[in-house]
Structure formats: structure tokens, C-alpha cells
């Protein structure tokens, strides 16, 4: 499948879920403004079946290579980022892993569990990354117990397969070039920003900043009713060049740490 393809089909998936990311949309081209994605995010858990060399498949698979790898200690994650072979614009692919072996007994079960329930045909498919939660519908008492280990873990056992957020490239921004005038207009029209650590990740010197909404809070259907639990996010990057002159093209650890809190749950 052509790449471009690919993520206009996940935009659409990621937008219908997650309307606020729409309108983010819409209020930065009101404003003239070209919208051009930096990355597109992925979770998943290090199991055989879904972990990130199945992610990375179809990304693989239509021109992207692997370009870089990370390690988050303290979240217990382990990511992986691509990037197009010829295309320029597209955008970079970040996937990441739950290590799932480093939790509890109860976490790995419901892991195995959550897995197996997923369709064989869907697990082996170029469809997995529009899935969803193809596992099934989930238990909000499960979800809260998650909670207590990994936010990660349990906004994976509920919104399951697909771009977890996209990102604007700030460098391609004529009126809102900074992170900082970015965040304040999103402010002035209402969003939250996630200030864990800061609104503003990285700086200058490490040659890449990032901001990001807080995830939208979305009704979704659990085996005990309708619960109100965080969806998907909206992030910001600015990129700056090395002292060759070169556009700094990966991520950083410590910053992605902070980052990956958006979803952490919240009650509007």
C-alpha cells in the first residue's frame, strides 16, 4: 500500500475518534497555515504477534527504514522510529513497546489474554494498524487495575491498535513558528496542554522541542457500561539543524518520556 495512503486512512480513523485533533486542524489552516507531519505514533506490547517488528511491517513494506531506537527505563518501553527512503515529507513512524515481562503476574495475564483474543486473521493482516481493540470489548475494572502499573498498558488494553497521535512540524509554520506561540494559541482556544515536566520538551540545544494536547477524553463502551477514559493526542515539533547544518531527524528520550503522558487518564 502507498504510504500516503496509509496515513490518510489513519488520519481519518485517529480524527473520527478524536475530533479535537480535527479542529486543531481546521483553526491552524484558518490561519494560512500548512500543515505537514513531522511523525505518526504507534503502541504496542512486545509480544511476538503485535510487537514493533509486526507494527513496522507495512510501514517496511511501502519504503520506510529503521533509523533509530530508545529506551524508556522508568515506563518500561523500548521504541523504534522510520523513516521514508525517498519521500522527504513523509512523515517519520515512532513505534513503541510495553515490556510486558517487567510488570506483575496480573499484567502479563491480561496481556496473554488480551492477545489471544484477537482474531488470527487481523493479527497476520496489513489491517492491524487500523484495528482498533480487536480483541474485544474491555472491562473498566481491568483498565483501573492496569492503571495502578502502567497508564500505558491500560490506554493499550482500551484504544488498542492505531495512531496513537500525529504531529505538526512546527518548522513548516509561517505565523506560529515557536512551540511557545503554538501552545498559547491552543490555549486561547480552549485546549489543555500536557505540562508534565513543562508544556515545552527538549530546547534548542538538543535540537528538538515538543509539545502536545492533553488526549481527548472519550465515552467508550466497557462490559460494566460507558466510562469517560482518554483517546488520542495532538503534538507539536520543532526541529533544529546540527552544527553540519543537517535538520535533526530523531527523538529524545527523556522528552518522549513526558510526552507519552498525555494519555495519562484525567477527569475534565
Known amino acids: 500500500m502507498d504510504h500516503r495512503k496509509i ?3 489513519l488520519w481519518k480513523l485517529y480524527t473520527d475518534q478524536n475530533p479535537a485533533a480535527q479542529r486543531i486542524y481546521d483553526l491552524f489552516t484558518k490561519e494560512r497555515e500548512t500543515i505537514v ?7 504496542t506490547f512486545d509480544h511476538p504477534s503485535t510487537g514493533i517488528d509486526v507494527i513496522s511491517g507495512i510501514f517496511e513494506a511501502s519504503g520506510y527504514t529503521f533509523k533509530g531506537e530508545y529506551h524508556f527505563r522508568e515506563k518500561k518501553l523500548f521504541a523504534r522510529h522510520f523513516e521514508h527512503t525517498s519521500d522527504a515529507l513523509a512523515p517519520r513512524v515512532f513505534i513503541s513497546q510495553l515490556l510486558v515481562s517487567e510488570f506483575s503476574p496480573f499484567l502479563q495475564e491480561t ?13 497476520k493482516s496489513p489491517e492491524l494498524i487500523f484495528s482498533g481493540n480487536p480483541a474485544g470489548i474491555p472491562s473498566y475494572r481491568i483498565f483501573e487495575q492496569l492503571r495502578t502499573e502502567s497508564e500505558y498498558a491500560a490506554w493499550l488494553y482500551v484504544n488498542g491498535f492505531c495512531a496513537n497521535h500525529f504531529t505538526v512540524s512546527v518548522n513548516h509554520l509561517k505565523k506560529y513558528g515557536t512551540l511557545q506561540k503554538v501552545n498559547d494559541f491552543l490555549k486561547t482556544n480552549g485546549f489543555l496542554m500536557n505540562d508534565a515536566g513543562g508544556e515545552i520538551q527538549g530546547s534548542p540545544a538538543e535540537l528538538l522541542e515538543q509539545s502536545s494536547t492533553r488526549a481527548d477524553i472519550i465515552r467508550t463502551g466497557f462490559r460494566e457500561g460507558i466510562f469517560e477514559v482518554p483517546g488520542c493526542y495532538y503534538e507539536f515539533a520543532k526541529r533544529y539543524p546540527d552544527k553540519d547544518g543537517h535538520l535533526y531527524s530523531g527523538f529524545i528520550a527523556k522528552s518522549a518520556d513526558k510526552i507519552f503522558q498525555s494519555t495519562d487518564f484525567y477527569k475534565k
Do not use: C, E, Q, Y
Open 111 to 123: 496481556v496473554l489474554k488480551w492477545t489471544n483474543a484477537i482474531p488470527k486473521g487481523i493479527l
Open 37 to 43: 507531519n513531522d511523525h505518526v505514533a504507534f503502541r
Open 7 to 9: 496515513f490518510d486512512r
